[in-house]
């Protein structure tokens, strides 16, 4: 249900837009025949994916968010929250390797790419700033502090709260609650 139109595309090129989901005006998506949003999620203004993105319900992507990834795909979940300005990479290159890098390099003379899969489960929070570098998979109820950094090198376990770079667990997050509020949300949604 979007009453205003996007500056950049056409909502209906997108492969699936829920009921009741919202695209910022300026949102910019590369690629919409590879995104599937779920219903009442919301994508905020300045946001820029490029990338096959897979959006759950009532999961927000919050403003000035990066999700890229080229061939790569991305997927989150259910009750998803990103704060502002969080990065989701999903390709990027060795920065210690000795070949060119960028976008502006051709493709004949380009190092190879590190690209892998990002996955965020249900009720996964970012905070503000966050970034997820390739091939991470954030387990259910992940939380994590401003300006963090995930890797696929961490251990994460679900329903814990991570802050830092590299992240560290800080403390267990109440899954119960959440749970069982995201439950009440769903009974309200059936019964309208
Ligand atoms: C992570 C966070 C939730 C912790 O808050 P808290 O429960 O009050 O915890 P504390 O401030 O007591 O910090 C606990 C420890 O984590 C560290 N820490 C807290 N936030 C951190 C961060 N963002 N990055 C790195 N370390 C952090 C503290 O230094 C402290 O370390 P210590 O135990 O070694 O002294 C909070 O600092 C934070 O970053 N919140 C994100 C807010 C946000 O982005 N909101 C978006 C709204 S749209």
């Known amino acids: 249900m979007n ?4 500056i950049f595309l056409d909502l209906s090129k997108l492969a699936a837009l829920g009921e009741h989901a919202i695209v910022g005006k300026t949102v910019r998506i590369r690629r919409p025949a590879r995104v599937r949003i779920g219903a009442h ?13 897979t959006v759950g319900r009532y999961t ?6 990066t999700l890229t990834g080229g061939a790569a795909t991305i997927r989150i979940g259910n009750f998803v929250n990103l704060a502002p300005g969080c990065r989701l990479i999903g390709v990027s290159n060795d920065y210690a390797g000795g070949g060119l890098v960028g976008a502006a390099i051709p493709e004949e003379h380009a190092d190879q790419p590190v690209v892998g899969n990002i996955t965020l489960a249900d009720h996964v929070l970012l ?7 390739p091939g991470t998979n954030v387990p259910e109820g992940v939380s994590t502090g401003a300006l963090s950094m995930l890797s696929p090198k ?19 997050r109440e899954s119960k609650a959440i ?13 309208r």
């Open 127 to 133: 905070g503000a700033g966050t970034v997820v570098l």
């Open 41 to 53: 999620a919301i994508i905020d203004d300045f946001t820029y994916i490029a990338c096959g993105l």
């Open 179 to 191: 749970l069982e509020a995201a439950a009440r949300v769903l009974d309200a949604e059936r019964e």
């Open 60 to 65: 927000h992507i919050g403003p000035n968010s």
């Open 154 to 172: 961490l251990q994460l376990e679900p329903w814990t709260l991570y802050a830092g770079i590299p992240a560290r667990p800080i403390r267990k």
């Open 3 to 6: 009453e205003q139109p996007n």
